[in-house]
C-alpha cells in the first residue's frame, strides 16, 4: 500500500447509483493507497415529496431513463455488485439526517454502507422514517435522541452548507470527488482514480 498524506471528500447521495459505485470505486482504491475519507452529504432532489415517486412519473424522456440504467448496470458489473431497483425515487433527505447523526456518534461508515445496501441492494424505501429509526437501531443509535437532531435545525443547515460548498466549485451533480486540488465528477473508471491520486501524491 502506497503511503501518503492525502484526504479526499466526497459530495454523495443515498438515491444516485453512480454514488453506490463511487462507493465501490473508494473501497477498492482504500487498498492501493492510504488516504483519508471524508463522506460529504449533498442533497440530490430536494424537491421529491416526502412520499416518493415512481421513476415512470418523473419528467425525463423514458428513453434517457433506459440510457443511464443500462450504464449503472455496466459499471455494476464491473465493481461485482448486483442492484435491486424498486423503480421509486424516495426522498433522501431523513436518510441524509440519519447519516449525520450517526457520524456524531462515531457510527458514520457502518450506516453509510447499511443505508447503500438497504436501497441498492435490498430496494428499500430509504425515505421510511420508521425503517431509518429501525436501521439506526440495528447499529447502536439511540431512537429518541435522533428524533430530536432529525427535529433540531442542525441537519438542515448541515445540508445548506455542503450545497453552497459545491456551488461554490460550479457543481451541481454527484459524486464529486475532491482529490488535493484536483476535482473528479461522476463514476469515473478506477484507472482515471488511480492516475489523479499519483499526479496529486506527485505534488505533496
Known amino acids: 500500500m502506497k503511503q501518503n498524506n492525502l484526504k479526499i471528500i466526497i459530495y454523495s447521495d443515498y ?6 459505485i463511487g462507493f465501490y470505486r473508494i473501497k477498492k482504491l482504500k487498498e492501493e493507497f492510504n488516504f483519508e475519507v471524508e463522506w460529504r452529504s ?6 421529491t415529496p416526502k412520499s416518493g415517486v415512481l421513476v415512470d412519473n418523473l419528467p425525463f424522456a ?24 424498486s423503480g421509486k425515487l424516495p ?27 438497504t436501497y441498492w441492494k435490498e430496494g428499500k424505501d430509504i425515505g421510511d422514517l420508521t425503517l431509518l ?5 440495528s447499529i447502536g443509535l439511540e431512537k429518541n435522541e435522533l428524533l430530536d437532531y432529525i427535529e433540531s435545525d442542525e441537519p438542515q443547515n448541515m445540508l445548506k452548507k ?10 451541481t451533480g454527484v459524486p464529486t470527488f475532491i482529490i488535493g486540488d484536483r476535482v ?16 496529486v ?3 505533496i
Do not use: W
Not at 449533498?42 to 424537491?47: N, Q, R, T
Open 91 to 117: 426522498n433522501s433527505r431523513l436518510a441524509l439526517y440519519v447519516s449525520e447523526f450517526a457520524r456524531k456518534k462515531g457510527k458514520f461508515n457502518e450506516f453509510h454502507e447499511l443505508i447503500f445496501d
Open 184 to 199: 473528479v465528477v461522476g463514476a469515473q473508471p478506477y484507472e482515471t482514480f488511480q492516475t489523479v491520486i499519483e499526479e
Open 62 to 85: 423514458k428513453e434517457y431513463l433506459e440510457m443511464v440504467m443500462i450504464n449503472v448496470k455496466r459499471l455494476a458489473d464491473e465493481v461485482g455488485i448486483k442492484f435491486t431497483f
Open 15 to 20: 438515491i444516485c447509483p453512480f454514488c453506490y
Open 42 to 47: 449533498f442533497e440530490l432532489h430536494p424537491e
Open 201 to 203: 501524491l506527485e505534488g
Open 162 to 171: 455542503t450545497s453552497l460548498e459545491l456551488g461554490n466549485v460550479r457543481i
Open 133 to 137: 429509526l429501525d436501521l439506526a437501531e
